[in-house]
């Protein structure tokens, strides 16, 4: 693996795209890069220039005039490259699903690696989703990549997970997920 | 005169969203700006009039989902007066608490955009470390961070315990210690520089172009939805900012005054909270036209909802601020400002093209 | 509604003048499609009260646009325009919908979603 090789894996740039999505993918998206989740720690960098990317996350469904832009976005970008679609929208167009103008989840136009569900996802969750892609990313530099017969990838969020029992609501306890989160020293 | 075109967008590392505009510039100065958009439309409104009405909340809510509160308030209070039922007043409140603690994160957000758009790093950051408090505190009334579902038809859908309005009341200290900490921002000579004189709107053209929200109240005019009085705003003492400025500087003003109106807002709702029922059921059918309009964070927010009495709504209409607001940024644009200040124009009406192009 | 006033094509931009001299905002304008015939509500507002203006037309009849009165009215009527294939004098569609876009989606004869899909 030569420098180049290497550093990509270690800080790879993200190009986010936002198709036709609500804003609150988008918000996540922007608050995973502000102190509290911190991707930089990462060496994760957003960058607004599709050339010098290796990550696109995409968020909100494909619709008639965006696809374009997002097809554009990606032929643009340097191989080796991944893409993550970012919440219900980006994956499969969610609860704009019957909507006339969307066409679907962001693989109706780009080839998508890992998929994000929620509705929004967690910043844990897309900072889990780009460290999944990194892995991929990875066997794509080294062309060891195959297709896990598990199908796609797909990042596990609460949405799977054991609710909590009841009573924990009642006497409203903070979500079972806060826990999980950076504790903040200024509170 | 040579003129060039330059196309500013629809991916642009400034605005979150996708939004074009072609400037045609001599030399540095825009003379004239044509907004593009419809790179996020998706066809809400047709969706409305297919899903149940029960359905509708949530897909109200997620026309924009920086403003998840304010849409589902408007939707549901709409189809409340289609029913002819209210909610009972405790609802009122939550509700009237998580529309301000809504208007508090979304106008935290703005300002970091803002510092963001300017190359102001550390403003932007330290901003959003402060909204991440506020999104603790809705999580922990609603469940989840950006989409809240409080709203259902005939009031809310979770009621607030004590511990619950305790532990808000902490957060405001903390935003209000946070953000007084950081208020000296609006001093800073470099915010001065960029923002002040910088996206004229004069009061007639705000008027004239029908402005609404704060870009309304920077440009002198008294323009609050919220002195209407619904939910519980008509029981708590406010009065509308209003500064005269009529630039982006002016437009920071309100936003930053408005965030310790919202502070205050709320520590009035927990003091005056009411106990009781928090839903009043009704199967009413839904029948006649109603107009709902509630005072979102970018401005009033149109709601017009048609029943033909049948299980299905037949039409619902949505006007969002920004959509007001897209010609008086236009008009702001095309004074001849430098093209370096185009992000911070548009963004001194803090554009939410989402809900814009529903 | 309250204060509604029933117009047609030749009062419309009478009645809208004198919500101008009324020193009214235009807040925005609905589009209805009733079946047979179609309607456009104007809605007014000076800040205590609004005002509307319910303007009846056939498919295919052109309506006069607002926009020399009320500038902000531009995006308002082409929305319309894109969104239900009505007529209004001096605008064009294509402010919202792609070309492949379904054409006029939001009338109730329009399927719902493209089969294409
Ligand atoms: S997944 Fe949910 S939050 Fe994300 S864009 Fe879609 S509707 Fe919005």
Partial sequence: MGIVEKSRLKSPWILHYDCSSCNGCDIEILACLTPYYDIERFGILSKGNPKHSDVLLVTGGVNHRNKTVLKNLYDQMPAPKVVIAIGACGSTGGIFHNCYNILGGADKIVPVDVYVPGCPPRPEAIIDGVVKALDKLKHLQNGTWKEPETGPIVVETAVGAKPAPAAKYANAAPAPTLNSQPTNKEA | MVKSTITFGPQHPVFPEPIQFILKVVDEKVVLAEPQIGYVHRGIEKAFELNDPKDNIFLAERICGICPAPHTTAYVRGVESLMGIEAPPRAKYIRTIMNELNRIHSHILWAGLLGDAIGFESYFMQTWNYREKVLDAIEKISGHRVTYAMNAIGGVRRDMTNEQLRGLEKTMDYVESSLENIEDVMKDYTIKKRTQGIGILTEEEARRDGAVGPTARASGISQDLRTSGYDAYGDLKFEPVVVNNCDSYGRFAVRWQELKQSIDLIRQCIVKMPSGEILTKSNNPMNGEAISRVEAPRGELFYYIKGNGSKKLERVKVRTPTFANIIPTVTMLSKGCQVADVSVIVLSMDPCISCTER | ?117
């Fill in chain 3, 1 to 117: 509604m309250q204060n509604e006033i029933q117009v047609n094509s030749a009062t419309l931009i009478g009645e809208t003048l004198k919500m101008l001299e009324a020193k009214m905002r235009f807040a925005t304008a609905t589009c209805l499609d009733i079946g047979d015939h179609f309607e456009i509500i104007y809605h007014f507002d000076n800040g205590n009260e609004m005002k509307h203006l319910r303007l009846s037309f056939k498919d295919g009849e052109e309506v006069p646009s607002i926009r020399a009165l009320y500038a902000c009215a531009r995006f308002i009527e082409s929305e319309i325009v894109d969104l239900f294939g009505v007529k209004i004098s001096g605008v064009s569609a294509g402010l919202l919908l792609g070309s492949d876009s379904p054409v006029a989606p939001m009338r109730k004869s329009a399927p719902a979603k493209s089969e294409v899909n």
